[in-house]
């Protein structure tokens, strides 16, 4: 909620009661009393706790990536052994997952892009004229089984001879970010002031020119928001492309799982996959870590 | 519209034409831009709904099998009662499903709600600790599922390493008919308590603070302060927080399908419902069964989104 509340406070210059009660509340969190030396100790025991929870498992699995299978195998090598990169290379060359990253990365781009042209216009629409009712169609999208989507999506789809292409993957993607992007999109824009598109059209321009020349211009940090959720959730999809893609289209989460099929694991192999996919968007997080925030609380805490 | 001037060298009463056809073209779009907006993106997302959805029922309705191109006769609500009289898959995978969100979202909303008054207060390091809040949210469910493969490994898993350290004997954890489904509640808090302390926070942080400077004054200590004061005004966000959750959890299939395979495992230990019907589908080809259970399974979420959204609306009053 930070970028979109520090944004609504930029543009509303108009009602002076918000601008006055942000500064004595951020006052008022500075100037109370921490609480006793105990509840201190206490606190960062338990910070550090959750923050080991949270990460150890990550870390355990980057270890494994940089180990042999042998020595994956030794509980006496858990912590100290001799690094190797083998892994990486066998995944990156020999799986060819160098395709599997572009796919994943091609089908959320194209993906987020689309569902960003049909998304923005549609939540500023539904935003603007309160139209509650086609909200939730569209948000309808969220709640259903994915399951009961592929039956019939696939037999159409296979009989128009697109499965195994890129287009049904992105088509598919686009039904998870579009709803998401319009969610994120019609919370930020109900948190917009109206002023300034009314006074840009009473300077002459149309209501089409003022959501363009202005309204667009000030969300672009809500856009961001949304498309870099809509990446995200983009690629770590599994369900819709374990059934659409083929051979050729296949993203990387699909590939981790056909990993596992054969008899016995590789599990340095695995965890060096599994490091490949997890690390472009842990990359992605670390810089937009605001951005996310903001898009995952949307609308959460309003009435 | 108006950046796009028609070219100069163009004759002038063409350029006219075309100029009064563009602002009349404008003119429309204005006027209807309400539905010009809107409507691509609910007919894109009402085409890939509704007409599967609609064939989801008729399925239902029929002994649509191995192939949905083969003939398949109409068998009227024959696939209901086999599935709801069916104790053997349909009825453990509800209580599955069921069990699996029910203890998932309470210790997601218990812990978030701990996490998130840990975090409230400003302190040094804050900015690493969002970051770790962060990691397990973004990570690729699939890959996530693979990690706790190899750490909850009977033999050379992390945890039974740790286990043995304290003298506890090794569990069978993944590979157990009994802690299986558990251990996949694990996983799912894992990954996705850091969502629900993102969302409590942010309700958190737009409390008014006088409720609670009110109650301390008045010498109420931090424990009353906070299931007097704090809870019953984040209610809502609670809620909101066990909503989106919910329906997520519910829908579980990724870590399920990552560390399980097909079915489940082979005894069904965490085939929930969408991991049933996804089997029923894409393994068995069953297609006027699986439809059955899917409209079932689409039920249910819908009748617990409207049960919470009920209780969101008494207790926003």
């Known amino acids: ?183 994120i999109m019609m919370s930020y824009f109900d948190s917009l002031p109206l002023e300034l598109e009314e006074s840009a059209q009473v300077d002459g321009l149309t209501p089409i020119g003022a959501f363009r020349r202005i309204t667009l211009p000030l969300s672009v940090s809500g856009i961001a928001t949304a498309g870099i959720l809509s990446f995200i959730f983009s690629w770590n999809n599994f369900m819709f492309a374990l059934v659409l893609s083929g051979s050729k289209t296949k993203t990387l989460p699909v590939a981790i799982f056909d990993f596992v099929s054969y008899a016995s694991i590789d599990w340095g192999g695995l965890m060096a996959a599994a490091t490949v996919v997890t690390i472009p968007i842990m990359i992605i997080a670390l810089f937009t870590q605001k951005y996310i925030v903001s898009g995952l609380t949307a609308g959460a805490t309003k009435g | 519209m108006s950046v796009l001037t028609p070219p100069r060298s163009a004759p002038s009463r063409k350029a006219a034409r075309t100029r009064s056809a563009r602002e009349n073209f404008s003119g429309w779009a204005n006027r209807h831009r309400k539905w010009l907006f809107a409507a691509p993106a609910m007919i894109f997302v009402g085409v890939l709904i509704v007409f599967p959805l609609a064939w989801t029922l008729y399925l239902s309705l029929t002994d649509s099998q191995g192939s949905v191109r083969a003939a398949s006769e109409f068998v009227g609500v024959q696939n209901y009662l086999t599935v709801l009289s069916d104790v053997e898959r349909f009825w453990p995978a509800v209580g599955r499903t069921l069990s699996f969100t029910g203890v998932a979202l309470v210790c997601e909303v218990v812990l978030g709600m701990c996490i998130a008054l840990l975090l409230w207060r400003p302190f040094r390091g804050e900015k690493w600790v969002r970051v770790a809040i962060l990691l397990p949210l973004v990570a690729t469910p699939v890959a996530v599922g693979m990690m706790w493969r190899l750490i909850f490994d009977p033999n050379i898993g992390f945890v039974n390493q740790l286990l043995g350290m304290v003298g506890i004997p090794a569990q069978p954890w993944l590979s157990g008919q009994d802690t299986a489904l558990g251990t996949t509640i694990f996983m799912d808090v894992w990954q996705w308590t850091p969502m629900v302390v993102l969302i409590l926070l942010a309700g958190l942080t737009s409390l008014s603070e006088e409720p609670d400077e009110a109650a301390r004054m008045d010498g109420a200590n931090a424990f009353q302060r906070f299931f007097f004061i704090t809870l019953p005004l984040m209610m809502p966000t609670v809620i909101v927080a066990i909503l989106l959750r919910g329906i997520d959890a519910l829908k579980t299939f990724d870590i399920l399908y990552a560390t399980k395979g097909k079915g489940g495992g082979s005894f069904h230990e965490v085939e929930t419902l969408n991991v049933y019907a996804y089997g029923l589908s894409f393994d068995y080809n069953q297609y006027g069964l699986s439809s059955a259970v899917l409209i079932l399974f689409f039920m249910i979420i819908i009748g617990s989104m409207w049960l919470l959204t009920m209780r969101k609306k008494a207790v926003s009053k």
């Open chain 1, 1 to 183: 909620m930070t970028v979109l509340s520090e944004n609504a406070e930029d543009t509303e210059n108009t009602e002076p009661q918000t601008a006055t009660a942000v500064p004595t509340k951020a006052d008022r969190r500075r100037r109370k009393p921490a609480g006793t030396r105990a509840y201190k100790v206490f606190r960062v025991a338990a910070l550090v706790a959750v923050v080991l929870f949270l990460i150890a498992p990550l870390f355990w699995m980057l270890l494994a990536s940089f180990k042999t299978n042998v020595d994956i195998y030794d509980t006496g090598k858990s912590f100290f052994f001799t690094p190797t990169g083998e892994n990486y290379a066998n995944v990156l060359q020999r799986n060819n997952y160098f395709v599997f990253i572009f796919n994943s990365f091609w089908v959320a781009f194209v993906s987020t892009a689309l569902s960003l042209v049909l998304g923005v216009p549609a939540a500023y629409a539904m935003s603007r004229f309160t139209m509650h009712r086609s909200a939730l169609v569209v948000l309808m999208a969220r709640v259903i089984p994915g399951v009961s989507l592929l039956v019939p999506w696939y037999y159409v789809f296979s009989n128009l001879k697109m499965v195994g292409g890129f287009e049904v993957l992105i088509l598919s993607h686009m039904f998870v970010s579009l709803p998401l992007i319009v969610y």
